[in-house]
Structure formats: structure tokens, C-alpha cells
């Protein structure tokens, strides 16, 4: 791995650090899951999976470490792999509804590892609960998805640089 593609993740992984902690007094709104997603597109999924990575686990130092940590990375790690293999197939505003959804199910999966790890019943913790939660994020990313792409894509694909 080269020098600037390493300095690369790092400076998008910091970006995303800081987005995160930006947006952490609203609950569940972020652009950074729009951002992963993007860079599923716009990059290889080894780059955009090292970001994510990254982000989340510098990010836990600041909003709080725990196993669930290593759960959020493997499922938004699953989460970008689906989304790098049907992307492609997909109109622009179909891309924009199927992001918000897989937000909103990655919110659905972690609240019920969560319910797994404190001995909650499923339907009340992961569905009743979070919902508003998962809501938010997803309506977030399907807000920030469309004004991001279009940043991305003038830097990769115009400029064909970043």
C-alpha cells in the first residue's frame, strides 16, 4: 500500500471522526454512513472498509469503547460488501432509497446484538425502542447521500483524484 493512499484513509477516516462528533448531539443524523457507501462506489471496497474501520473505532475512543465496537465494523463491513455488489444495477434514486434502508437495518442489527448482549426482549429494545433511532439515520444518509455524491464525483471522477 502506498504512502498516499495510506494518507488518504487517514485523512477521510479523520474527516469522518470529526463528522461524527459534529453531529453528535443529534442522535442517529450523520453523513458519515453516506460517505461509506460512497466510497464503496467511488473507491475499492478495501479502501472504503479501512475508512470505516477506522472511523469507528477512533470514534468509540470519544463516544464510548466496547465489544459492540467490533460488531458495528463487521456488519458495516457486510453492509458495504452488499451494497458494492448491487449498486451498479441500480438507478440513482433507487440508490438513494436502498441506503436509507440499509441504515436503517444496520440500526435494526446492532440494537439487536445489543438486546442479545443485555438480555432484552428482541422487539422491544431492537424495533420499539430504536426505532426513532434507525429513523433518523436513515433519513439522514438518504438526505446526505444525493449532496454527497455529487462531491465525490466531481473529485473521482472529473479530477480523478481526491
Not at 467490533?70 to 440508490?95: E, N, T
Request: net charge positive.
Amino acid at each position: 500500500m502506498t504512502l498516499q493512499r495510506l494518507t488518504r484513509i487517514s485523512l477521510l477516516a479523520a474527516l469522518c471522526v470529526a463528522l461524527r462528533q459534529a453531529f453528535a448531539p443529534f442522535p442517529n443524523v450523520q453523513p458519515i454512513s453516506a460517505i461509506f457507501f460512497l466510497l464503496v462506489i467511488f473507491e475499492d471496497y478495501i479502501f472504503a472498509f479501512l475508512v470505516m474501520a477506522l472511523t469507528m473505532f477512533v470514534s468509540a475512543f470519544f463516544m464510548g469503547m466496547g465489544l459492540i465496537v467490533f460488531f458495528q465494523i463487521a456488519a458495516f463491513g457486510c453492509w458495504m460488501l452488499l451494497w458494492r455488489m448491487c449498486y451498479k444495477w441500480l438507478p440513482f434514486a433507487i440508490q438513494i432509497l436502498l441506503v436509507g434502508l440499509m441504515s436503517f437495518g444496520y440500526g435494526i442489527l446492532i440494537d439487536s446484538v445489543y438486546a442479545v448482549f443485555y438480555h432484552m426482549p428482541w422487539w422491544t429494545y431492537a424495533l420499539v425502542n430504536g426505532f426513532s433511532f434507525n429513523l433518523a439515520h436513515a433519513l439522514s444518509t438518504i438526505g446526505f447521500y444525493p449532496l454527497l455524491y455529487h462531491i465525490f464525483r466531481r473529485f473521482y471522477v472529473e479530477k480523478n483524484h481526491f
